[in-house]
T-cell receptor, first 109, second 114 residues
Framework: GQNIDQPTEMTATEGAIVQINCTYQTSGFNGLFWYQQHAGEAPTFLSYNVLDGLEEKGRFSSFLSRSKGYSYLLLKELQMKDSASYLCAVMDSNYQLIWGAGTKLIIKP | GAVVSQHPSWVICKSGTSVKIECRSLDFQATTMFWYRQFPKQSLMLMATSNEGSKATYEQGVEKDKFLINHASLTLSTLTVTSAHPEDSSFYIC??????????FGQGTRLTVV
């Protein structure tokens, strides 16, 4: 079957760095997405990786290893507003999105 | 966890025809549903937000007469792409939430207009 695994919850300190991991097993691969979702709001797009390596966008970076079925989202200089859920999703060979359950990130002062 | 079912997962239609995409929340009552559109390698673009029993709120630049959204019940919302053209070819995805839950996503629908 197809599945996406990511930790349920993580806690980090304001100003620190946190890495949210995502492992996947899907039938085919057409890219991996990371989304941020604040409670009660629609998710917002953070990043898209289709080739191996690191994509950096300001304080957020996303890494992909297709051979390992692994990705991570790296958040630097954490701010209180980064408290949210982070969703990992993989597009399979049929161009369907397979979603992880999300990682709830709690930022403490 | 909560399940949102989107149907069909892919569809090919002729230019000028209309296509309906369904989004169902299977085990919870979805008071709000979101419809997104995604072009290859681009971000998910919110098209509209619909609350059960009321008219959808469309994002700026989205043609409400072209993309008809109906949210007639707490478990079903539909998106109808009217008079489809090749430029409407895209990946459409819905998500649904209740007042107590976060949004859960459907599997997406790949629309190809030929």
């Amino acid at each position: 079957g197809q599945n996406i695994d990511q930790p349920t919850e993580m806690t980090a300190t304001e100003g620190a760095i946190v890495q949210i991991n995502c492992t996947y097993q899907t039938s085919g691969f057409n890219g991996l997405f990371w989304y941020q979702q604040h409670a009660g709001e629609a998710p917002t797009f953070l990043s898209y990786n289709v080739l191996d390596g690191l994509e950096e966008k300001g304080r957020f970076s996303s890494f992909l290893s297709r051979s390992k079925g692994y990705s991570y989202l790296l958040l630097k200089e954490l701010q209180m507003k980064d408290s949210a859920s982070y969703l990992c999703a993989v597009m399979d060979s049929n161009y369907q999105l397979i979603w992880g359950a999300g990682t709830k990130l709690i930022i403490k002062p | 966890g909560a399940v949102v079912s989107q149907h069909p997962s892919w569809v090919i239609c002729k230019s000028g025809t209309s296509v309906k995409i369904e989004c169902r929340s299977l085990d919870f009552q979805a008071t709000t549903m979101f419809w997104y559109r995604q072009f290859p390698k681009q971000s998910l673009m919110l098209m509209a937000t619909s609350n059960e029993g009321s008219k959808a709120t469309y994002e700026q630049g989205v043609e409400k007469d072209k993309f008809l959204i109906n949210h007639a019940s707490l478990t079903l919302s539909t998106l109808t792409v009217t008079s489809a053209h090749p430029e409407d070819s895209s990946f459409y995805i819905c998500s649904a939430r209740s007042r107590e839950t976060e949004a859960f996503f459907g599997q997406g629908t790949r629309l190809t207009v030929v």
